[in-house]
């Protein structure tokens, strides 16, 4: 069995799609950039929750301390945006290593209290230290220096077009990343660990150290998207470590569906979209989210994403151009179900 | 498949214990009678729950390359001492050695790479999983530091891939490689149960009632599956199917109300008084 190379990965050739298409069919690029950010916070949700089976309240640890850990670099240390992001990934990782280390030490709803409880503490602790922090009205004045590369100017990120095609190639790469390490060994261990955990531990995987490590990626994935929040909006806000930000990026990784990464691109494009159209009409938009929830979570277990397989491949009525388009698609991939015998 | 037991140590014989502490080989090779080293051993093992004890000073000893079953009427205390061996709960006292290494704190997976593995009573498969990538995540496990390779495809991960398929077709399961394991039929999840503790490449096995819930036919499989890995694997087996015990068991130990009542070749066990007793009652 041949495997296609990664890069013409269905996924990853629509991830590029979204990319080129959201600017332009979204009001504005602001909107997209924003897109862009959640739909990366979201991807490290996605690897906890479809890979490993592990529901984490505490997403919004590491998209406050990414945003921080930037904004701190970038004011403080004069850093470039790399750096910044360098900053954000680094800090995360370290606090991604001792949040997993903490809570995983428990399973199932005590593991989720864990998170739950670890999300608080570190909320208090951004908001006690306002020195460092600018505590409730957030760091304020986060610079966006140029992005350069080897003393030439790539970006200069004054555009909202220039920024956010530095947001799309920061998105692309995690995304290749995230796509190769899910079908890697160490992939293939954390589906072992959500699938059975105990028959994991039974045939020698450490399943805590892999719980860990995930949680350690994970974080890094989602502090550099809080690092690219930071550096969009010139600012950091208190609301990035705060408890509901964690809900607001599990939210769209369910809306998404967690079977797939690319689940996460559907559900963080879908929220910040349906936000951004929706509050400017009603404030009171998250009633609506709160309903479209209940029907997910009730009738589309899979998501967003699983209502798009559906209408690949239940749609009727789309007739010849439908087929056709289904053809092309299995030649160019060459998709083969396998012959499944009957046991 | 009788197998044949005249060739091996029944130099043991019956040995009744719950009198004395069987005292423990420093290593494999020095016991006194038989001509294979011991592989797996519990002295004195004790398991107590809060005020119920589950385990009284049991001590077995597993040699290499044979069949050692444990048998015993249900609450016997043979999945808690199986639980003791594999790491699940810790003994309350006593020690277990695993080629001549102390192993009574080590941890469950630690002990599965040092070639320990165990299949489940109650049939604990990656359901939705195919046949073949649970074969080759229980061969991957044993791959160490590579499991941790986040880059490259797992199938390029050959060591891992070729032991599963090379599993696959001593379990006769080739037919059903890329189905789910949750699709395949009761018995076929037998077989594979055993064959996720097979393709960790372990040199014991540990295999909790694998005939479970099994037919006639698949049971015979089943039988001839363990005779077949016993050439060269040491195998511990809980088993309730006494036809199946008597059969391919080197050595049986009988236990009764958490203790060892008898232990011994087929032939002796299956005429102990003892033996009846427990299993029929007093009036026997």
């Known amino acids: ?343 | 498949m009788e197998r044949d037991v005249s060739d091996t140590d029944s130099a043991a014989g019956t040995t009744v214990t719950g009198t004395a502490n069987a005292a423990l080989p420093a290593n494999g090779n020095d016991v006194g009678c038989g001509t294979r080293g011991v592989k797996l051993a519990a002295a004195g093992v004790s398991k107590r729950f809060g005020g119920f004890v589950a385990l009284r000073d049991v001590s077995i000893q597993v040699r290499e390359r044979t069949i050692h079953s444990v048998i015993g009427p249900n609450g016997a205390g043979k999945t808690t001492l199986f639980n003791c061996l594999t790491g699940v709960v810790p003994p309350t006292s006593g020690v277990v050695m695993f080629e001549g290494r102390d192993i009574t704190r080590m941890s469950v997976h630690r002990r599965a790479r040092c070639g320990m593995a165990r299949s489940f009573q109650v049939t604990n498969l990656f359901q939705n999983l195919s046949v073949i990538e649970g074969l080759r995540l229980a061969a991957q496990a044993k791959t160490g530091l590579a499991t941790f390779d986040f880059f490259r495809p797992k199938e390029r991960l050959v060591r891992a891939m070729s032991d599963a398929e090379s599993v696959l077709a001593q379990l006769s399961l080739e037919r059903w490689r890329d189905i789910k394991a949750g699709e395949l039929s009761h018995g076929q999840q037998r077989i594979l149960e055993v064959g996720l503790a097979l393709a960790s490449g372990s040199s014991t096995l540990l295999l909790d009632e694998p005939t479970a819930g099994m037919g006639v036919d698949d049971i015979e499989i089943m039988k001839q599956l363990v005779v077949a890995l016993s050439r060269d694997h040491t195998i511990v087996l809980i088993e309730h199917n006494m036809n199946v015990v008597l059969n391919i068991s080197t050595t049986i130990t009988v236990m009764h109300q958490g203790s060892v009542l008898v232990e011994g070749p087929p032939e002796v066990v299956r005429s102990h008084p003892d033996v009846k007793a427990a299993y029929l009652g007093r009036e026997c």
């Open chain 1, 1 to 343: 069995m041949r495997r296609r190379p990664l890069l013409l990965e269905p996924t990853f050739l629509a991830s590029i799609v979204v990319v080129l298409i959201l600017p332009v069919v979204l009001p504005s690029v602001a909107m997209a950039t924003e897109a862009l950010i959640f739909v990366i916070a979201s991807l490290g949700c996605t690897l906890l929750l479809g890979y490993v089976g592990l529901l984490s309240f505490g997403q919004a640890i590491f998209f406050g301390v990414g945003a921080y850990a930037c904004g701190l670099a970038l004011i403080h240390l004069g850093a470039s945006a790399w750096g910044g992001l360098l900053a954000a990934a680094v800090i995360s990782l370290a606090a991604g290593l001792v949040v997993g280390g903490l809570v995983t030490q428990r399973r199932g709803i005590y593991f989720v209290m864990l998170t739950l409880a670890c999300s608080q503490m570190f909320y208090f602790i951004a908001y006690a230290m306002e020195d460092i922090t600018g505590g409730d009205n957030g760091l304020l004045n986060v610079p966006r220096p140029p992005l350069l590369v080897f003393e030439t100017t790539l970006l200069t990120l004054r555009t909202p077009m220039s920024f956010y095609t530095f947001a799309a190639i920061v998105f692309l790469c995690i995304y290749l990343f995230l796509q190769r390490l899910v079908s890697s060994p160490f992939g293939s261990a954390l589906v072992a660990v959500r699938e059975n955990e105990d028959r994991a531990l039974a045939m020698g995987y450490n399943t805590r150290l892999f719980k860990i490590a995930a949680f350690a990626i994970s974080a890094v994935v989602t502090g550099i998207a809080g690092a690219l929040y930071a550096l969009f909006l010139n600012f950091a806000p208190l609301s990035n470590i705060e408890v509901s930000m964690g809900e607001r990026i599990i939210i769209m990784t369910i809306l998404g569906g967690t079977g797939s990464l690319f689940g996460s691109v559907l559900g963080g494009t879908f929220y910040v979209l349906l936000g951004n159209l929706l509050s400017a009409i009603w404030p009171r938009w998250l009633l609506v989210l709160g309903l479209i929830l209940i029907v997910v979570a009730s009738y589309l277990r899979g998501g967003l994403l699983s209502g798009v397989n559906w209408i690949v491949e239940k749609g009727r009525g789309w007739g010849i151009l439908r087929s056709f388009a289904v053809r092309a698609w299995s030649a160019t991939f060459r998709i083969r179900t396998p012959p499944r015998a009957q046991p």
